[in-house]
């Protein structure tokens, strides 16, 4: 059986999905993934250990058994954490086997084995009865499925049908609930990630401008989510045109829905300029009362900025508007969280016509090419003046008149370049046809 695996392209920094046969050493995947920054995440697992004492101790108020089905255990540390807690026994599910193979040796290794069965499939193979994975339905759910956009790892549709299919009607869930936050801004280093902007070329003749194909500046871009450290952004890189705003949420220990749906947050800007990106993050609380309560909250949204925990696995998300639209400030407006099964996108309405939920909007679909090539670095890259110009001094320092060069890149424009200092020929070669139509349409729009 193959899996696939995925790569990070050192020309693109894109991630690349190849064919492993079964005979790869997966070990490699599980050293190079998030495992280690999940485990050694202190304000994480002190919140879920909370939270799942606190869920077996109202078990064992009403005089039930504590029995918790575990949602993607990984290592097992949640199923021992469960069982430490109190609880009479723990199903352990892990999908990908080399991850489950280890879970069960660190399980017997630290003496639960006979507390604790993990079981190597997908939680929605599981099956409940006398001759099923588990006996009967379990009455406490605790699940790690979230990633830095909450629900783009499966959390709903896998939390739908394990409320369906394995779970108790009236069962506790730790974490309790989660809950989604937003906040407006202006950015254009931000947008640079986002769009190709118009880039300025110094040559002999004066000023030329690449300017980008109409195409490229009306296309809604993708829906994928740009995850970074928003601590790490200067705040001068942006200016606030909103206060944070809870767009939804999301009660994990009742039935939940994974159809797609819309939520709307009435707002008035704090100021006027172009509303352009979306910074989202969440927190998730372990318990009904909230009281144990872990955020993704960067500094100056956190209640408590100096206990900030550094983690790599749950970043902060970043947005892009279909299109940069201008805002008054005072003048009320609408912002729309739209989600599907997996993935979340935002729009900006001037009234708020439609309720809740009654409203899904497609998700934005790239047509213009360029989102499909370009990750959000290489957006950022190639609108870097200061780049440019770097290039641009490079190569004036070896062209000349009769030159004839060869660009051997994916995207790039330094062949543009090269014919606006002078060049008599240049070649380019895109590896694809999608790069090789995307370069035609920037190379037709550009003026020779």
Known sequence: MKVFCGRANPTTGSVEWLAEDENYDYHQEIARSSYADMLHDKDRNIKYYQGIQAAVNRVKERGQKALVLD???GTGLLSMMAVTAGA????AIEVFKPMADAAVKIVEKNGFSDKIKVINKHSTEVTVGPDGDMPCRANILVTELFDTELIGEGALPSYEHAHRHLMQGSCEAVPHRATVYAQLVESS?????????PIRVQTSLGERVIVPPSELDKCPGAPSVYDIQL???PPSDFTVLSDVLPMFSVDFSKQVSSSAACHSRQFEPLASGQAQVVLSWW???????????????PFWAHSHPQELQWRDHWMQCVYFLPQEEPVVQGSALCLVAHHDDYCVWYSLERTSSEKNGRVYPARPVCDCQAHLLWNRPRFGEINDQDRTDQYVQALKTVLKPDSVCLCVSDGSLLSVLAHYLG?????????????HRLMNKVSDNCVY
């Open 423 to 435: 060049a008599e020929q240049v070649f380019t070669v895109e590896n694809s046809a999608a790069s």
């Open 189 to 197: 280093r931000m947008w640079s990630w986002n769009k190709l902007l």
């Open 88 to 91: 009479d026994f723990c199903y």
């Open 71 to 73: 949602i993607g255990t």
């Open 231 to 233: 601590n790490q952004v």
């Open 283 to 297: 927190d998730i609380e372990m318990d009904p009362e909230g009281k144990i309560r872990c955020t993704m909250a």
